[in-house]
């Protein structure tokens, strides 16, 4: 098997002028490390972002009650943050869910605008973990379903993921 090469940057590749660390380098290179890890993380694996349009396919079948377990934790675990802030927008999060139900990720693909609500709805997504197992056809389709969904956390402690 062929060895891949992965360019690493020199210990000297954050540095500025003086010996003086440079911000704007080092984030570049956490941002290229992340990147090439993620890649390696993802060779191999079948993935499906799910439309959160779809209600016909298994994957649709399976977010649409994902969706269900996920406003019932959340109108349980409401956040005190979105009450005093009656905002009427969210955080768009974007989860990845493995074939067995564990949480691959969560992360804020779009901010509220108040960075205590973005993390409120993570930990409501964290709490339903482990989700139900892929059924065996979506199983032998994908590996890891992505959803992408708008937030919204309404008056009266409703969560809404649509």
Known sequence: MARVEEKRPSASAGMGAGGRLNASAL????ASLETAKQRREDAGVRAKRVSPNDTQSLEGFYIAAWMRKVEQIGEMNFPDVARKLNLNAGPVLD???RADGSLQEVRVARSSGNAELDRAAQRIVRLGAPYAP??????????VLHIARPWRFEPGGRLRSR
């Open 27 to 30: 984030l570049n290179q956490v």
């Open 95 to 97: 989860v990845s869910i």
């Open 134 to 143: 892929f059924s065996a056809p979506l199983r032998q389709r994908y590996d």
